[in-house]
């Protein structure tokens, strides 16, 4: 039930109105100038206001600029008895929904109030989730304030606003399913299902029976009929998990059954309709695999609508204290482990590591080092334990150091391969002789010992 603002001066049209509204459901405040409006707006919720163009001695669209204002985002209908072009161009670029003209068709007038209500809704919630993003919050369980996930919600914000098919691309571990969940409660498919299925987790032979479903008796063993997952998602949204690993054989299956949302269960004469929203993901690169011929090109085309691309871990770093604690409140309370945090040693350790495994393989290594840990924080000592983890620099240098390093080993190389020959080693670093000169006396290099071993 949605609360409804009308603003007329004519007592009989608020009447006529008001009965109107009240038998669609909707409940109903009336005012007759823009001062009762105005009042009424302060003390009672308003999620759509229809307003007449022309008050007694009032403007009735600075009265919907005003409230506008009061409550942003709030659609307004111009009710007026003056219908112009000219008047509906200035009604809608002063920011109304729409506007109908006196005598309006009740079914009409109905109609523009549904559609009204429905775009309003839809302004909030995006309006909410940007909200989120600019204040590096997660939405549901994505955790991040970086530039790169704060550029993912967007585009799920984005997505969010249409029907069109999303394809999720990432590396695993990047959190693809959570981001599919999270487009669809960002969706008008909320309140419907979610049904997700992993392409490569399911053998060729199952994989049909498990998408279509299948009727009694339609081979050994199918003793009764089962609802195919595609079925299950009328209303929703149907995530494609790996759909890279989809055999080529049901890949033309699945592209028939989403061109005409429909199709037959094994061993089924009636056809099933579905209304769907699909959502695909791979953590391989679907024009390379159909540069092998491993994937058809015409389904590609069908859900690669919209692109989200996910960062990996690497490209995120600056989230991975963010996680880390996230994951820290969560394990440690299952645990009943009373940790409180890290170690600047272990920030520093977990900083310097490229995590292949992404945020699942962060979540699993901060899970072991609760398991193993006896102390209030986590040290250094117990993360990163694992002996495939081995590429981590333990004794990662500050930066001034690491780069005085680097510039004692190049000068180094530098004299060796000019055999100390200052002209020519100043051209190949394009420095000038005497900057050449002083960064060798910072390091107490002499040309002449280069020369001698030339």
């Avoid at 299952?334 to 590591?353: E, S, V």
């Amino acid at each position: 039930m949605a609360h409804i603002l009308v603003v007329d001066d004519d007592y009989n049209i608020l009447q006529v109105l008001r009965m109107r509204l009240v038998s669609d459901g909707h409940h109903v405040t009336t005012a007759s100038d823009a001062a009762e409006a105005l009042a009424r707006s302060k003390t009672d919720r308003v999620d759509l206001a229809l307003i007449d163009l022309k008050l007694k001695n009032e403007d009735g669209m600075a009265l919907m600029e005003t409230l506008c204002h009061q409550i942003p985002g709030l659609p307004v209908i111009i009710l007026t008895a003056y219908g112009s072009i000219d008047t509906a161009v200035a009604a809608m670029k002063r920011g109304a929904y729409t506007y109908l003209t006196k005598p309006f068709d009740g079914h009409a007038l109905l109609a523009q109030v549904d559609k009204a209500l429905a775009q309003g809704r839809l302004s909030t919630e995006v309006k909410q989730l940007r909200r989120l993003v600019r204040d590096s919050y997660r939405f549901d369980n994505i955790i991040g304030n970086s530039t790169a996930i704060q550029h993912v919600l967007e585009q799920v914000s984005q997505a969010a606003n249409t029907d069109a098919s999303v394809y999720i691309e990432g590396n695993s571990g990047t959190g693809k399913e959570l981001i599919a969940k999270s487009l669809h409660l960002a969706s008008s498919r909320r309140d419907g299902p979610f049904v997700a299925i992993n392409c490569a987790a399911i053998p060729e032979t199952l994989l049909e029976s498990e998408l279509f479903g299948y009727q009694k008796g339609a081979f050994t063993g199918a003793n009764r009929d089962k609802k195919g997952l595609l079925a299950e998602a009328d209303g929703g949204t149907f995530f494609l998990d790996e759909i890279a690993d989809m055999p080529p054989t049901m890949q033309v299956k699945l592209l028939r059954a989403l061109e005409e949302r429909s199709f037959f269960p094994l061993g089924g004469s009636d056809t099933i309709q579905v209304d769907i929203r699909i959502i695909a993901a791979s953590n391989k690169s679907l024009e390379t695999e159909i540069k092998k011929g491993a994937f058809r090109e015409d389904l590609f085309y069908r859900i690669h609508v919209i692109l989200i691309k996910l960062p990996s871990l690497r490209e995120r770093k600056e989230d991975i204290p963010l996680l880390a604690h996230h994951f820290l409140d969560k394990i440690s309370l299952a645990m009943d482990k009373p940790i409180k945090g890290f170690t600047p040693a272990a920030l520093k350790k977990m900083m310097a590591y490229d995590w292949p495994g992404n945020v699942r393989e962060l979540e699993n290594t901060i899970e072991c080092a609760v398991a193993m840990s006896d102390d209030a924080v986590i040290d250094a000592g117990v993360i990163l334990r694992n002996p495939m983890q081995v590429s981590i620099d333990e004794n990662l240098k500050p930066f001034k150091d690491a780069k005085e390093s680097f510039e004692r080993r190049y000068l180094i190389q530098l004299m060796e391969l000019t055999r100390g020959n200052i002209s020519q080693a100043a051209k190949l670093a394009g420095k000038y002789r005497a900057d050449l000169y002083a960064l060798l006396k910072k390091y107490a290099l002499n040309p002449t010992d280069f020369r001698s071993a030339g």
